[in-house]
């Protein structure tokens, strides 16, 4: 809908438009809430712009706290020392045993380890263990009904038979042939208590038993109850974790600085701070020429069974010989945004917070490569108070700053 042609108005800015357009004579009532209006939406406009710069400079004030500025420095009384247990160390340079950090992969202990298959076809007619069971070396873990195993027992009492009543070389003759079924009832799985068994009460047992062929616990299993399953059909796997491999990929710079055999330790981001010990056997013969890595293989405890086959883990390599470093303990070290600093102790009562480029981390030390010399004094405990003291003097000075 168009203005009337005298209320139009034409090539004229919005606040021209507004004050010609409004009828401010016409009605008190709408004049009153017009200007009203109007002077609310000015006043509203002009309190943003005022505030914008101010949130700008608020938001760099707090960027800058997170960054260590050049000399920053802080005072704090010998007694103030004394109460936030505030302790200081000269850095000195030490041989230490820096273990080599490489990447690992758990994988199963193949001794430790079995699949369980049906060496005969038949029909499952009763399963005894299942996921997550503990199972012992010679534990039925299902029962099977089986017509080899029917006609094999059979000829096995005959062959039995036989043996007894023959002579001579029929005789010869009849135990060759019952040696050979007592083999095939062995391929079978059966075992020779249930031959003894078998041939004590003189008639065959009704169904198959499968038996694990070590102690370990229930993986997998892949059948159920009344499935018909043909030879080679997978049953179970069993596996004992509590020791279990790990292999380990070496860049080829760094063979000379192991031994091996030696002993290792594995952490897992899964579980922080725990430590698990094991032993490096075996140096693979060939290098992968993809990658340009040797393959170690380290046997683990693994208590509580916590590492599982397909972990990534970081593997600590004992090297041959000591290095001599410059290192602190990690506590000493405070954390900012883009970098990591220390506190240098200047005098009686005065310190200096100095940016440091940190390198490798090692039984609770880490190694310093830039930003503290040898016989310098630093905070080993108490630096977490000098930081809040330095920040709050950084703040101060910045408030001063903005007001003047």
């Known amino acids: 809908m168009s203005l009337p042609e005298s209320n139009q108005v034409k090539k004229l800015s919005y606040k021209k438009y507004v004050i010609k357009n ?9 004049q009153k809430k017009y200007k009203e209006g109007f002077i609310f939406f000015n006043w509203l406009m002009a309190g943003y712009f005022l505030f914008l710069p101010a949130c700008r400079q608020s938001t760099e004030v707090h960027h800058q706290e997170a960054e260590v500025p050049a000399a920053a420095s802080v ?15 000269v850095a000195t340079r030490r041989d230490y045993l820096i273990p080599l950090r490489a990447a690992g992969r758990v994988v199963f202990n193949p001794k430790n380890y079995t699949v369980v298959v049906a060496r005969g076809a038949g029909r499952v007619e009763e399963i005894l263990a299942y996921e997550g069971d503990w199972v012992e070396k010679g534990q039925v873990l299902l029962r099977l009904y089986s017509a080899e195993h029917q006609a094999l027992q059979a000829e ?23 040696g050979s079924i007592t083999r095939r009832l062995k391929l079978l799985g059966v075992g020779d208590e249930e031959i003894k068994a078998l041939e ?19 993986i997998n299993r892949s059948v159920n109850n009344g499935e018909y399953v043909e030879t080679g ?13 790990v292999e380990v990929n070496v860049f080829e710079k760094d ?23 094991g032993r490096v056997t075996l140096l693979a013969d060939v290098m992968d020429e993809a990658t340009r890595t040797f393959q170690l293989r380290a046997e ?80 080993t405990d108490g630096s977490f108070n000098l930081k809040s003291e330095f920040l709050k003097k950084t703040l101060e000075g910045e408030g001063h700053e903005h007001k003047h």
């Open 22 to 30: 409004i009828p401010w004579e016409k009605n008190t009532v709408r």
């Open 75 to 89: 005072s704090l009384s010998t007694r103030g020392q004394e109460l936030v247990g505030l302790k200081t160390e």
């Open 156 to 178: 096995y009492l005959q062959a039995k038979e036989r043996v007894s009543r023959a002579q001579g070389t029929d005789k010869e003759l009849a135990e060759r042939m019952l």
């Open 200 to 218: 004590g009460e003189g008639r065959s047992g009704e169904f198959l038993a499968i038996r694990s062929s070590l102690a370990g616990r229930i």
């Open 233 to 245: 059909r997978e049953f179970f796997r069993v596996a004992d974790l509590s020791l279990v491999w």
């Open 255 to 277: 063979l000379a600085k192991l031994n091996i055999p030696s002993d290792c330790e594995v952490k897992v981001e899964a579980f922080p701070g725990q430590i698990f010990k």
């Open 300 to 379: 683990v405890r693994n208590p509580g069974f916590r590492l599982k086959p397909g972990m990534y883990v970081d593997v600590y390599l004992l090297p041959r010989e000591k290095e001599k470093i410059l290192a602190v303990p990690e506590r000493a070290v405070r954390h900012f945004e883009t970098e990591e600093a220390i506190f240098i102790q200047t005098g009686p009562e005065s310190f200096s917070l100095r940016p440091v480029k940190l390198g490798r981390s090692f039984e609770g030390l880490v190694e310093i490569m830039e930003g503290l010399d040898e016989g310098e004094t630093y905070v």
